[in-house]
């Protein structure tokens, strides 16, 4: 018998998913590979189907460290964001700490954010990033999701 079982140790990156309201949230450190991304989707698939998809929608990264993506792994995260785009996914909301590549990562994912045409920011702080889901009208719960970024912060200590 085949099964096609992820072999979670070939995996790069560490991510925790949940939802708060009609919002995602997603607190990662990266870089990721094919073998995360394919475990990603389908738990994002899980909390998306959990929303009210006849309402606005929208997601909340916090990324940390060096969250890139191979090339593979990126044409999958494009495709992704245009399924869930279509899917009626209203706003990115994305704030990256902790970070020496900042500016390459903005510029990764804007290629995959514009390629979906949908709406995003990247913004300093999670209140801020909370404060410009609400303004396009996507439910989110403040405390809910400032707990949950408490609770799953991937910020390493630097050791010096």
């Not at 607190?27 to 094919?34: H, I, K, Q």
């Not at 698939?45 to 990324?63: A, E, H, R, V, Y």
């Amino acid at each position: 018998m085949i099964t096609n079982k992820v072999n979670y140790s070939q995996e790069h990156g560490d991510y925790v998913v949940s939802r708060s309201q009609q919002t995602i949230i997603f607190s990662a450190r990266g870089p990721w590979n094919d073998e995360t991304m394919i475990r990603g989707a389908k738990e994002m698939g899980q909390n998306i189907g959990q929303l009210d998809l006849s309402k606005p929608w929208g997601c909340l990264s916090c990324l940390y460290g060096e969250s890139l993506m191979p090339p593979s792994t990126f044409k999958a995260f494009a495709k992704h964001t245009k399924i869930r785009k279509s899917m009626g996914l209203t706003g990115l909301a994305v704030v990256i700490q902790d970070s020496d590549i900042a500016n390459t990562i903005q510029s990764q994912l804007t290629k995959a954010y514009q390629a979906a045409e949908v709406d995003f920011a990247f913004l300093s702080d999670i209140n801020s990033a909370i404060t410009w889901l609400s303004n396009i009208d996507v439910s989110i719960d403040t405390h809910q999701a400032n707990q949950f970024f408490q609770l799953h912060s991937f910020i390493r200590s630097r050791g010096y």
